[in-house]
């Protein structure tokens, strides 16, 4: 069964600092991984995609890395902002079969003063 | 460009009513859209695919009578949840996929979301 497992499920950190958002997958056969923001109440933003030949991808402050080989993921925001405070889901797509999504549960990061 | 709107961007309806979400993408064809639901707290789930001019596959456990899906055209969608109960009230995201062949990765673009109250 194609699954995605995000962690932490959640995490608070201070405005400024940087973290980091893990993702494990099982996602065969694998497509490509996407990173998506959103926002409470409105529709998921995508972040970074990457295929199978991409390591790492940014997008600004966030910086997405993919080791093909452990199927794991993670993305990396750097100097937070309080606009930063979301949930982030890690979504998986397998070839074929309509390249259906597999999403991960996502973690809810809040960006405190 | 990508861009993917929904509307009515929430709803309020008394049970028993049917509601109509539209979901338009606004710079682009798509050849397929997709309709998900989102309860508190947990991720989005699939209903259904959708194709321009074809019936939609439904998701196992989503009830194809309640939730009715028209897809007429390459850049519009809708959703209507049929005899609409309270245990429907959530949020319905839409998204939308490019034709096949304009994006390597087959990238789908997400709605910003209908909010259903089902009193």
């Known amino acids: 069964k194609n699954q995605v497992e995000q962690s932490p499920q959640s995490l608070i950190i201070l405005e400024g600092k940087n973290c980091t958002l893990q993702?494990?997958?099982?996602?065969?056969?694998?497509?490509?991984l996407r990173w998506y923001k959103q926002d409470t109440g409105r529709g998921p933003v995508s972040l970074t995609i990457m295929t199978f030949s991409e390591n790492t991808k940014s997008n600004g402050r966030y910086t997405a890395t993919l080791d093909a080989d452990t199927k794991q993921s993670s993305l990396h925001i750097t100097a937070s902002q309080l606009s930063d405070s979301a949930s982030y889901i890690c979504v998986v797509s397998a070839k074929g079969g309509g390249n259906k999504l597999t999403f991960g549960t996502g973690t809810q990061l809040k960006v405190e003063l | 460009g990508a861009v993917v709107s929904q509307h009515p961007s929430r709803v309020i309806c008394k049970s028993g009513t049917s509601v109509k979400i539209e979901c338009r993408s606004l710079?682009?064809?798509?050849?397929?859209m997709f309709w998900y639901r989102q309860f508190p707290k947990q991720s989005l789930m699939l209903m259904a695919t959708?194709?321009?001019?074809?019936?939609?596959?439904?998701e196992q456990g989503v009830e194809k009578d309640k939730f009715l899906i028209n897809h007429a055209s390459l850049t519009l969608s809708t959703l209507t949840v049929t005899s609409a109960h309270p245990e429907d009230s959530s949020f319905y995201i839409c998204s939308a996929r490019v034709l096949a062949g304009l994006s390597s990765y087959n990238e789908q673009f997400f709605g910003p979301g209908t909010r259903l109250t089902v009193l």
């Open positions: 959708s194709n321009e001019g074809s019936k939609a596959t439904y």
């Open positions: 993702c494990n997958y099982t996602v065969s056969p694998f497509s490509n």
């Open positions: 710079d682009f064809q798509a050849t397929t």
